[in-house]
């Protein structure tokens, strides 16, 4: 069972980036996925079906990356491809360890929490939503932060935020993205996505304001994302949580851990 579901989210990280917009090139053992244009910035990671990468295969990847001023970054799950993990360590490579998780079929789903919605392509908090996961992220953990609303409203006013308000109000027009967000006041305090690949769903960007922490408000975004991705007729649904913290929160909502999703990239 788990294989076969390693095998089928195999086929979807191979698919969801040429889905967004990149193109494939082909390094053999691994492929570089290449933004075409504004949009997410992808990474290698294992062919789908080719041989383990060598030290020498990366080096080739990493080579290219910098000649295209791209990040180097290599993402991949450790039990598919257990080889890879000792050749992009030995090209200098930080590697982060996460906890991937797929929803049990039978898990009983929560009840709608009344500050949770889905948000469309032209919703005027959008930029708002698009934004909180950028000051969760920078403050990772559990535990409850100080950025807060004041800090939410000077982190729209940079350009980047707009750059990502348009890059999502694309994807949710397209249909190609979902987003739900957690709003008190006026206020967007936790947002989150899915993006889609025929009927697998990765829920991706969860992240609560800092200082809104310890509400339930990711549990609940992400209970919004599920119960509308199985409505839309999901078969499977995953995701990679930012560590064993955040892992045991998405496990109350039924889901499970079948592996441990890796990226490397440079030392900070």
Same mark, same amino acid.
């Given at each position: 069972?788990?294989?076969? %579901?390693?095998?089928?989210?195999?086929?979807?990280?191979?698919?969801?980036?040429?889905?967004?917009?990149?193109?494939?090139?082909?390094?053999?053992?691994? %492929?570089?996925?290449?933004?075409?244009? /504004?949009?997410?910035?992808?990474?290698? $990671?294992?062919?789908?079906?080719?041989?383990?990468?060598?030290?020498?295969?990366?080096?080739?990847?990493?080579?290219?990356?910098?000649?295209?001023?791209?990040?180097?970054?290599?993402?991949?799950?450790?039990? %598919?491809?257990?080889?890879?993990?000792?050749?992009?360590?030995?090209?200098?490579?930080?590697?982060?360890?996460?906890?991937?998780?797929?929803?049990?079929?039978?898990?009983?789903?929560?009840?709608?929490?009344?500050?949770? $919605?889905?948000?469309?392509?032209?919703?005027?908090?959008?930029? /708002?939503?698009?934004?909180?996961?950028?000051?969760?992220?920078?403050?990772?953990?559990?535990?409850?932060?100080? /950025?807060?609303?004041?800090?939410?409203?000077? /982190?729209?006013?940079?350009?980047?935020?707009?750059?990502?308000?348009?890059?999502?109000?694309?994807?949710?027009?397209?249909?190609?993205?979902?987003?739900?967000?957690?709003?008190?006041?006026?206020?967007?305090?936790?947002?989150?996505?899915?993006?889609?690949?025929?009927?697998?769903?990765?829920?991706?960007?969860?992240?609560?304001?800092?200082?809104?922490?310890?509400?339930?408000?990711?549990?609940?975004?992400?209970?919004?994302?599920?119960?509308?991705?199985?409505?839309?007729?999901?078969? %499977?649904?995953?995701?990679?949580?930012?560590?064993?913290?955040?892992?045991?929160?998405?496990? $109350?909502?039924?889901?499970?851990?079948?592996?441990?999703?890796?990226?490397?990239?440079?030392?900070?």
């Amino acid at each position: 069972m788990i294989e076969s %579901t390693l095998s089928e989210l195999e086929r979807y990280y191979d698919t969801v980036p040429r889905v967004g917009g990149a193109r494939a090139e082909d390094f053999g053992a691994l %492929t570089l996925f290449v933004q075409e244009g /504004a949009g997410w910035p992808y990474y290698a $990671r294992p062919a789908l079906g080719g041989p383990g990468a060598t030290p020498a295969d990366v080096q080739r990847v990493l080579e290219r990356q910098r000649e295209l001023k791209v990040p180097e970054a290599f993402e991949w799950v450790a039990e %598919t491809s257990p080889s890879l993990r000792a050749a992009v360590e030995a090209a200098g490579l930080h590697v982060h360890e996460h906890p991937l998780m797929v929803l049990d079929p039978s898990a009983e789903a929560l009840p709608p929490h009344p500050e949770v $919605r889905l948000l469309g392509a032209d919703d005027p908090l959008l930029t /708002a939503a698009v934004t909180v996961p950028a000051l969760a992220f920078a403050a990772p953990g559990t535990a409850v932060g100080e /950025a807060g609303p004041a800090e939410l409203a000077a /982190a729209m006013a940079e350009p980047s935020a707009e750059e990502g308000r348009a890059r999502v109000s694309g994807k949710l027009a397209a249909g190609t993205g979902v987003m739900a967000a957690a709003v008190r006041d006026g206020v967007v305090l936790c947002s989150g996505m899915y993006n889609p690949v025929g009927d697998v769903v990765e829920i991706v960007g969860v992240g609560t304001l800092p200082s809104a922490r310890r509400q339930g408000m990711a549990l609940a975004v992400t209970a919004a994302l599920v119960a509308e991705a199985l409505a839309r007729g999901a078969r %499977t649904v995953f995701l990679s949580a930012g560590d064993e913290d955040v892992a045991r929160v998405y496990a $109350r909502i039924g889901f499970r851990r079948v592996a441990t999703a890796l990226i490397a990239e440079p030392q900070a």
